[in-house]
């Protein structure tokens, strides 16, 4: 009879520990995926750590084993990355674990993943045999033959030749948009698969579905070289049996080639060798939920964690960089960088940048304002391209007609009475609607407080806009609108894209979601229509992420060299001479990243500081913010905390008081935060390690829920 140490997905909320005892007949080596009983339930866990002395307490007084997976364990290279994971973003390993696995694995019960693994392997023999017998070649992936005959341009070649070096340091790919980063991670892939026919790739993209080229590109080109079925993808939006699918196939290493959103960066890869974290900037890849981990910051440890023989290379991609990148790619003072800088400033073919124009909103007459908040001589420039047969690409953060609707004689708003926040007003179906907690309700027919008829709009969204556009342009072009309402059917934004892709769509309109990646041929023309709020936001990055959206969002534009000449960016703001917008039509983004980390090493803030926050959420305000009090009292008073409660200490710790959110009510659940910083991310790291274990037993009254975000987004 062996001990056997087990995690399972036990958040660290409850009582139990992270690691549980069981016994089984056999010592089951680590990362082997078992079966066992937790009270009532049976559960899926992973055999972790074998600590010393497993085989006390007594094996006999423990639970036995239900049952164990017939599938190769995890490995100490993935073990020992959900256990860092753990540590770092204060979970518990089985969090993290299951949150790696797929869903399905938790639910079937043995004779059912039994079958399942019978049918995938008959499966497999399949396609094994269709790829010798050529069939490979055959995909209809017509893009891919004529791509991978290209000629790499100069830098291209440059930066292949110093990813094929020896330098052991991450890579920071800091390439204009249309410089051909995607080609470099192809040709970079298919070198290290070439290179070791066991060898696996990583690539990661902030939101898959919004670039179904993308797949299509990466499919192509590797599979028509290694083989059908080398590449898998991994995202939340497949079927459960997808995602097993995909995860066993990159677990048992007949996927060559993973292509995923953040989830995939916890994928079993045994024999990993590449991974490649394109448009590394993009939010997107910190989970603002469940476990909180950063995916970018994963893949820098992943590569990190092996010795020379196994070395993982990892490529972080951007245009923009977010500002901790930049710093780390940066040689400070006579210390060599942390990553390897490489750069691609030129466009394929020589393509110009498109040409930065600032409409003045401050000159405008309002009388003269398209409805939708447009200059005329933007509108004028739209009309004369559509004319020309070229796209353009509007995009606007408000979705809806208008984002609120007020009384002309009272006070009266609609507000959502649940949140901290407007109901928007929908004009397609006449209903206002709260983008937060989704509260719908009719248009009133008057003001309700004071029975006033004349209701009006406040500002403009989406809808408003389109409307506009298609009363002036709708007879002769085509307009569409692209943002999460026009979307939300199940395969209607892959239609849409399409539809733009196939040249039917003349003038695209849009949330942000229209900036992000897409290779649109004919734009040459892209206006941000209302950019200026983040300017002045509360939250510290706001500028980073402005600056960024509105490079990405040039970058659509002139994209083939033969029309980029004429192509433009239009910003309507009432601010021109912001040093933002300046730096943004000049294209500079080392320079914008310079003025912010001045900044931000002034105010001592990321990446000169380390941050992590608290929240709490509850019935009230005051019953949050009291359960951070509690937690910041332990801190104050109990002498663990002696180191960093000292000021001359390097491990001083700085607690800021309890504050609302800045949306501070959500669906009638209040919501408060507590900022943690230290100077040091080990400080942070100890202090936190420390805490957690008084967080857990606090009693929080009236407290729904309460989580720890080490190295938040948003502040
Ligand atoms: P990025 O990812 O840097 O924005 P892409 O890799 O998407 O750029 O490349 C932009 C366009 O240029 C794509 O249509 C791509 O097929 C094309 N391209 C890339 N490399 C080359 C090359 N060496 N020669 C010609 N065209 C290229
Ligand atoms: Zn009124
Ligand atoms: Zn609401």
Redesign the pocket.
């Known amino acids: 009879m062996y001990g056997v140490s087990v995690v399972l997905p036990t958040p660290a909320h409850s009582r139990l520990p992270e690691v549980l005892s069981y016994r089984h007949s056999a010592a089951l080596p680590l990362g082997t995926l078992v079966r066992v009983p937790l009270g009532a339930r049976e559960l899926l866990g992973v055999v972790w750590a074998a600590e010393a002395g497993t085989s006390e307490p007594e094996p006999a007084s423990l639970k036995p084993i239900t049952a164990v997976l017939d599938l190769p364990p995890l490995g100490h290279a993935w073990v020992d990355l959900i256990g860092f994971a753990a540590g770092y973003y204060q979970r518990f390993a089985g969090e993290l674990a299951m949150a790696a696995l797929p869903p399905q694995l938790r639910d079937l019960d043995e004779a059912q993943f039994g079958r399942l693994l019978k049918k995938r392997e008959k499966k497999s023999k399949i396609t094994s045999l269709q790829a010798i017998a050529g069939k490979a070649s055959q995909l209809p992936h017509p893009i891919s033959h004529s791509?991978s005959g290209?000629?790499?341009?100069s830098e291209?070649d440059a930066v292949l030749m110093q990813l094929g070096g020896v330098d052991p340091r991450p890579k920071l790919l800091f390439?204009a948009?249309?410089?051909?980063?995607?080609?470099v991670y192809l040709r970079r892939i298919e070198q290290v698969l070439a290179a070791d026919e066991k060898a696996q790739a990583l690539v990661m993209v902030p939101e898959i579905n919004l670039t179904p080229q993308m797949e299509a590109r990466f499919q192509g080109r590797i599979e028509a070289r290694f083989g059908v079925g080398t590449v898998v993808l991994m995202h939340s939006g497949m079927t459960p049996a997808q995602r097993t699918a995909s995860w066993l196939a990159a677990h048992v290493g007949q996927a060559r080639l993973v292509l995923g959103t953040r989830l995939a960066v916890l994928a079993s890869m045994p024999h990993l060798r590449l991974i490649v974290v394109d448009e590394e900037h993009d939010p997107s890849y910190k989970s603002q939920d469940g476990s909180r981990y950063s995916a970018r910051d994963l893949a820098v440890y992943r590569g990190g964690s092996r010795g020379a023989e196994e070395r993982i290379q990892v490529i972080l991609g951007s245009a923009t960089p977010s500002i901790e990148t930049w710093h780390n790619a940066n040689p400070v003072g006579s210390k060599p960088s942390r990553y390897q800088r490489l750069d691609m400033p030129s466009r394929?073919?020589a393509a110009a940048m498109p040409k930065v124009r600032v409409v003045d909103m401050r000159l405008q007459q309002k009388s003269e304002l398209m409805a939708g908040g447009l200059a005329p001589a933007l509108m004028a420039a739209i009309t004369e391209r559509a004319e020309r047969g070229e796209q353009s690409l509007l995009f606007l953060n408000r979705r809806g007609y208008a984002p609120v609707l007020h009384c002309g004689s009272c006070e009266w708003k609609s507000a959502c009475p649940h949140c901290s926040a407007n109901q928007v007003f929908h004009k397609k179906d006449r209903r206002l609607r709260c983008h937060h907690c989704s509260l719908t309700t009719a248009v009133p027919r008057q003001c309700p407080l004071c029975g006033n008829l004349d209701i009006g709009m406040q500002g403009r969204g989406t809808e408003q806009l389109e409307e506009m556009l298609v009363a002036q342009l709708g007879t002769k072009f085509r307009v569409l609108r692209l943002d999460a309402d026009s979307t939300s059917a199940k395969g209607s934004l892959e239609a849409q894209m399409a539809s733009v892709h196939a040249g039917e769509v003349d003038v695209l309109v849009g949330t942000q979601m229209v900036t992000k990646g897409h290779?649109f041929r004919r734009i040459t023309l892209v206006a941000a229509v209302n950019p200026d709020s983040a300017l002045f936001a509360a939250d510290f990055r706001a500028p980073e992420r402005l600056f960024s959206l509105l490079m990405q969002a040039a970058?659509r534009a002139g994209?083939d060299a033969s029309m980029s000449s004429a192509a433009e960016m239009w910003l309507q703001t009432q601010h021109p001479q912001h040093p933002l917008y300046k730096a943004l039509a000049a294209h500079d983004y080392p320079a914008f990243a310079a003025s912010q980390l001045t900044e931000r090493e002034g105010a001592a803030m990321p990446p000169f500081s380390y941050q992590a926050l608290v929240r709490a959420e509850g019935r009230t305000q005051g019953l949050a913010q009291a359960f951070l009090d509690s937690a910041a009292a332990v801190v104050g008073t109990e002498s663990e905390f002696e180191l960093f409660r000292d000021p001359n200490s390097k491990n001083y710790v700085t607690l800021y008081p309890a504050v609302p959110m800045a949306m501070q009510r959500i669906a009638n659940v209040e919501r408060a935060q507590m900022l943690v910083e230290a100077p040091s991310r080990m400080a942070l790291q100890r202090m936190l390690a420390t805490w957690q274990p008084y967080l857990r037993s606090l009693k929080a009254q009236g407290v729904l829920r309460w989580a720890l975000d080490v190295d938040p987004l948003t502040i």
């Open positions: 791509q290209l000629q790499v341009s291209q390439g948009t249309g410089s051909g980063k995607t080609e394929i073919n290779d970058g994209r």
